[in-house]
């Protein structure tokens, strides 16, 4: 009897020990190409243009993927839908950071300024043609404000350059990822996180006069 209890309770721990399987919500994948048209269907064969067009008609459990190039973006970016957190909405590059994402100069503010939750950006690079010495120039914000919270955003190996205020902000979002990102010739913070609750942050540089610094922190949160 103390044999059949003990195997038991040896198989019972087995299986706490093992991972658990995430379940992913399988959505549409969707293209995005500097030779599409946004009057596309978002197909390979025939792929969105812009990121803005994306942003607009992604839903939850939705992937686009940026095939190489540069995406002249001539309005700021905002998502229309959220996602959920076993079905995000993601925006990613094809190889990393062969999509350029380039936002016009008039655009004296957030350029990619991400008010819902659970939204991923991944392996872009994000610039602009021209910098604005104001506090409104930042090339991603991810969040509202306190009060307004939103959750579950994911940030991950962009390039960001060529912006005055921050590549990065991200104010008063739950649970989110910032992750192997570089932020390069920005003239204020660069990369500014504030108000968060659960952030995991690592790998992520700042290239200030040539210099890396590498911001690493493995979890903080922040009230």
């Known amino acids: 009897m103390k044999k059949i209890i003990a ?32 009057t596309n269907d978002g197909s390979e064969a025939q792929p969105w243009a812009t990121l803005c067009k994306a942003a607009q008609e992604l839903q939850a459990g ?30 990613k590059a094809e190889n ?5 994402i380039s936002y016009a100069e008039n655009l004296n503010r957030e ?7 659970y939204i991923t950006v991944q392996d872009f690079v994000i610039t602009q043609e021209g910098s604005h010495e104001t506090s409104k120039d930042i090339l991603l914000n991810c969040g509202i404000g306190k009060g307004n919270e939103i959750e579950g955003c994911q940030i991950i190996g962009n390039k960001f ?12 979002v739950k649970n989110a990822v910032i992750k192997d990102n570089i932020v390069e010739n920005s003239m204020r913070e660069g990369m500014d996180i504030f108000g968060c609750i659960g952030a995991v942050i ?13 911001c690493d922190v493995k979890y903080i949160q922040w009230l």
């Open 62 to 91: 939705d992937t686009a993927i940026f095939k190489n190039g540069t995406y002249n973006e001539v309005q700021y970016t905002v998502f229309s839908n959220s996602g959920t957190d076993d079905a995000p909405i993601t925006i």
């Open 202 to 214: 690592f790998g992520n540089k700042m290239i200030i006069g040539g210099f890396f610094v590498i």
């Open 7 to 38: 195997i038991l309770l040896s198989f019972i721990m087995v299986m706490c020990m093992m991972p658990t399987a995430l379940v992913i919500a399988s959505g549409n994948t969707y293209y995005v190409s500097p030779d599409g048209d946004d």
């Open 161 to 172: 350059y060529n912006v005055y205020e921050e590549g990065i902000k991200v104010k008063y």
């Open 111 to 117: 350029k990619l300024d991400i008010t819902k939750s």
């Open 96 to 100: 990393k950071h062969g999509a350029i």
